[in-house]
């Protein structure tokens, strides 16, 4: 019994270990390819940066399930016949919570949006390619090997706990606050994280992390103006961001909801399916 327990723990230690090493190998990507792209104009540099990044995170994955000794379909890099009706899916309701949002906001008056007339279509579509881009990114390097082996040695609650916190502080070591950083990329790292627990892939947290994305991007809540721009009267600048922060909170609780009663029936320990959430038994999205 102590003998199984030491081997128990070794095996999640580790892991655990080479989780880290897999996430620090992304991170060095990351940074390389921004280096490689600096020189190009921004809206090149962005999009070749975090397409090389993605390339070669995809590589990584692939690297790491091995070396863990696990197959492909069961980190959820495997597409299975249900991933474009989930990834749909995704989109659809990640565009759904970023509107809701903006109506809860300018329901409460002193905010509106106004829409950009200059705008053209090159102006959308490399914005919506931009931030696929980078959710695809963010899904490989931390729903597929990180999360899944993870969940494998130790607890889905602890797996998702480890990968969340690293979602954190990324997005600190990008330049977001503390405070925006763990509430925002907390609750997202969770409705992702459970998302790909629960549908064993990653093409429901990625339609759901791209239309996010994209939907708040478009509707100005990213800081700039997108396809509309958000618009606060002087003066209610901190009362429009406390009702967006609580907007926030609230379709994103809606959502983890949404996942967890839609996918109910579903294991997150269960492993004998294709990892892309393809069992016949799956709930449809």
């Known amino acids: 019994m102590i003998i199984n327990k030491s081997k128990t723990r070794a095996k999640q230690l580790y892991t655990l270990t080479r989780v880290l090493l897999f996430y620090i190998c992304s991170v060095i990507v990351l940074i390389f390819t921004s280096s490689f792209t600096k020189s190009l104009s921004v809206k090149v540099a962005d999009l070749l940066s975090v397409f090389l990044a993605t390339v070669v995170s995809l590589s990584l994955a692939v690297l790491f399930t091995h070396w863990e000794k696990l197959t492909l379909d069961k980190v959820g890099l495997i597409p299975g016949t249900k991933s474009i009706q989930r990834f749909v899916a995704g989109y659809a309701v990640g565009i759904s919570i970023a509107v809701l949002q903006a109506l809860i906001v300018t329901s409460f008056g002193h905010f509106h949006l106004v ?22 990114r963010e899904e490989l390097v931390f729903r597929s090997y990180s999360l899944r082996s993870l969940n494998y040695a130790l607890s889905s609650g602890l797996a998702l706990l480890i990968i969340t916190t690293l979602f954190i502080l990324e997005h600190v070591a990008a330049g977001m606050t503390w405070k925006m950083a763990i509430i925002g990329s907390g609750f997202g790292g969770i409705l992702f994280g459970l998302s790909a627990l629960k549908t064993k892939g990653l093409a429901l947290p990625l339609g759901l992390h791209s239309a996010w994305n994209f939907g708040q991007w478009s509707l100005g809540f990213k800081g700039k103006p997108g396809i509309w721009e958000g618009v606060v009267e ?52």
């Not at 090159?122 to 695809?136: E, K, M, Q, R, S």
């Not at 009362?239 to 909801?257: D, R, T």
């Open 115 to 136: 829409f950009v007339q200059q705008i053209t279509m090159i102006d959308i579509v490399l914005p919506f390619i931009l931030y696929l881009l980078v959710a695809c």
């Open 234 to 285: 002087k003066g209610y600048e901190s009362n429009a961001a406390n009702i967006g922060l609580a907007a926030f909170i609230l379709v994103m609780v809606l959502a983890i909801i949404g996942v967890l009663v839609v996918y109910r029936n579903e294991s997150v320990k269960q492993d004998n399916v294709g990892v892309y959430g393809d069992s016949s038994l799956s709930v449809s999205a």
